[in-house]
């Protein structure tokens, strides 16, 4: 029984071990998501987030990084989760179906300069995608976080910057998107504690 318990755990960090490793070799597509993050940042921009069931709680998670720093002498950043408005959410569901649920918002909301995230575990979710093409065509900085091979997200051109926990396992991939969010709210910072770094116009 030891060894069986043993060999599942060690699998169990295999599957971590290469997902992580993939994000990894992503790296250069990270930093220019989180330098186009801090331009919008630093020209006044708000990060607008959003998700479906377990993504929704990350979606929620990834505001409260932004608007309250966990390191002290971290400035806070505009940050909303269209998750956290059940009314909202449940009325635009009634009205105007499921896959408007973040797209009917977002045109209330958004304005040109602000940056909209999408998290969707397999990059399929078709409230995820049509919350991206509205925040898009609004001339939003559009960012998705997306699992296994990205999904519809990866061929989409109304997806900004892409980061895909490459994994099957959405318990991997939800693992993943959490070391992302935090990477993103780590280096947003780096950026915008160096605006030389930010160069000239907006991503």
């Not at 250069?28 to 993504?55: E, Q």
């Not at 956290?84 to 300069?113: H, I, M, Q």
């Amino acid at each position: 029984m030891g060894e069986v318990t043993a060999s599942s755990v060690r699998a169990a960090f295999d599957r971590r071990r290469a997902a992580t490793a993939s994000l990894a070799d992503d790296a250069g597509a990270v930093a220019l998501t989180c330098r186009a993050m801090a331009r919008r940042f630093h020209a006044g921009g708000r990060l607008l987030t959003f998700g479906s069931g377990a993504a929704a709680a990350d979606a929620a998670h990834l505001a409260v990084e932004f608007v309250h720093p966990v390191l002290v002498g971290k400035r806070a950043l505009p940050a909303l989760s269209l998750v956290n408005d059940p009314a909202t959410l449940t009325a635009v569901l009634a009205a105007e179906g499921p896959d408007e649920v973040f797209a009917a918002p977002l045109r209330c909301l958004a304005v040109p300069g602000d940056i909209a995230l999408g998290l969707s575990p397999d990059g399929n979710g078709a409230d995820v995608e049509r919350g991206l093409a509205v925040a898009r065509a609004r001339g939003l900085l559009t960012v998705a976080l997306a699992g296994g091979d990205g999904g519809r997200l990866a061929g989409s051109a109304d997806v900004d910057h892409l980061v895909v926990a490459r994994s099957p396992d959405p318990a991997v991939v939800r693992e993943i998107h959490v070391t992302v969010y935090h990477v993103l709210w780590e280096l947003v910072h780096v950026f915008l504690d160096d605006p030389d770094s930010l160069g000239e116009g907006a991503a």
